[in-house]
């Protein structure tokens, strides 16, 4: 009797042990999610005069996995990107070029002393794409130009002596002059008795005048040498994006109004009837499983643990 009790008991165990089997497959249904590679950011970003095309540089070293490269459509000023290559270059251990910077500053003076005072003879330069190096001033590319012009007004007077004159009479005295190219408007006059009886008029006469002058000067210059960098085994990506450019949004009619209650089926933005069995997301289904497997060994243990309290 004790034996069969024993073999009951052990056959219930083995009962329980695949049940724990498929709670743990049950568990393990859903694998892991892969790993996402870390994201890779530009080193220089060169856009094309007229905006069709964007190339995107990423220096990336040994351990930086390419697949972190974005390369997603996007929008910016008006265009519409796509990823249409994407260029892998063997970056030398150093690299090194000619480059040529252009300068300019403003200048309040043409003076050629004055100018060379604003350009140091030496600068140093980081180009966009990452290279350095000092670079030597160009002395033949030197210029100066007008950078504006301002205009000025100033008052302008003048003073006229007519003798000889009969009597006090201003019909004798001119109402306007030209002094210099200015023309003058008679403002007030003054008389003086000469010894046999006639009269001086002493007239003023005053004006505006308008000048212009330069407001400042604009100097350029060139800046020529050598760029290098040392790239340490780096690999250079090339993405190169073509634009095209975004039509204006065509204006709404007031019939063209989609109805909210006409879903497209195929649209992952319509609603969900709570009501349809198939739209119930798998990880609901797959959670439904473990706690079965759960309920189905409680109740297992269960009866294992009664049957061999009665056998005894």
Not at 278 to 300: F, H, I, Y
Request: glycine fraction near 8%; charge should be negative.
């Amino acid at each position: 009797m004790k034996r069969k009790t024993i073999t009951h008991a052990a056959r219930l165990l083995c009962v329980l042990a695949l049940a724990m089997s498929l709670t743990t497959a049950a568990f393990a249904a859903d694998p892991p999610e892969p790993a996402q590679p870390s994201p890779c950011y530009p080193t220089a970003v060169t856009r094309s005069e007229d905006g069709g095309e964007i190339r995107k540089m990423y220096d990336l070293g040994p351990e930086d996995d390419p697949a972190g490269i974005p390369r997603s459509d996007f929008e910016q000023e008006g265009y519409h990107y796509t990823l249409t290559d994407l260029l892998k270059q063997e970056l030398p251990a150093n690299e090194s070029r000619q480059h040529t910077e252009t300068v300019s500053v403003p200048s309040q003076s043409k003076d050629m002393g004055a100018v060379l005072a604003l350009l140091p003879q030496t600068k140093e330069f980081i180009t966009e794409d990452g290279l350095a190096g000092t670079l030597a001033l160009k002395l033949d590319t030197v210029k100066v130009e007008v950078a504006g012009y301002g205009s000025s007004t100033k008052s302008v007077t003048a003073t006229r002596t007519y003798p000889g004159l009969a009597d006090q009479d201003t019909q004798y005295i001119p109402k306007s002059i030209s002094d210099n190219g200015h023309a003058l408007t008679l403002q007030t006059v003054s008389w003086q008795t000469e010894g046999d009886g006639h009269f001086t008029a002493v007239a003023s006469y005053s004006g505006s005048a308008t000048s212009s002058y330069v407001k400042g000067y604009t100097v350029t210059a060139d800046y020529a040498g050598t760029v290098s960098r040392i790239n340490l085994n780096k690999i250079r990506y090339v993405a190169i994006f073509e634009g095209t450019a975004l039509e204006p949004a065509p204006t709404e009619e007031p019939g063209d109004t989609p109805n909210p209650d006409l879903a497209d089926p195929t649209d992952p933005t319509a609603p969900v009837d709570p009501a349809d069995p198939t739209d119930a997301p798998t990880g609901e289904k797959n959670s439904v499983l473990p706690v079965v497997a759960v309920v189905v060994v409680v109740l297992l243990g269960g009866g294992v643990f009664y049957f061999i309290k009665r056998r005894r």
